[in-house]
């Protein structure tokens, strides 16, 4: 069964770039990242900043304004899951 996870954060970073609110959709097929225009039930928030590398969604709780990444950043893999 695929795997499909949809997630909105207040920030994403995502080839080099930092998005505003935005929704990240990954599955097995890749990663999109999209501006938010409207709620649906299957779209968990993710409070912070959604950062993408490498086909891996990291999450960190802060709230990133502008790159480079500070230092000592904390992140937490949210997908794929071991």
């Known amino acids: 069964m695929k795997q499909v996870v949809r997630l909105l954060a207040h920030r994403v970073v ?4 930092l998005a505003g609110l935005s ?19 299957e779209t968990a928030f993710i409070d912070g900043t959604i950062i993408v590398e490498d086909g891996v969604l990291y999450h960190t709780p802060l709230l990133i304004s502008s790159l480079p990444f500070p230092s000592g950043l904390q992140t937490a893999r949210v997908w794929p899951q071991d």
């Not at 929704?23 to 039930?41: C, K, L, N, R």
């Open 23 to 41: 929704v990240v959709v990954a599955d097995d097929s890749g990663i999109a990242v999209m501006p938010f225009e409207g709620e649906t039930a």
């Open 14 to 17: 995502h080839d080099g770039n």
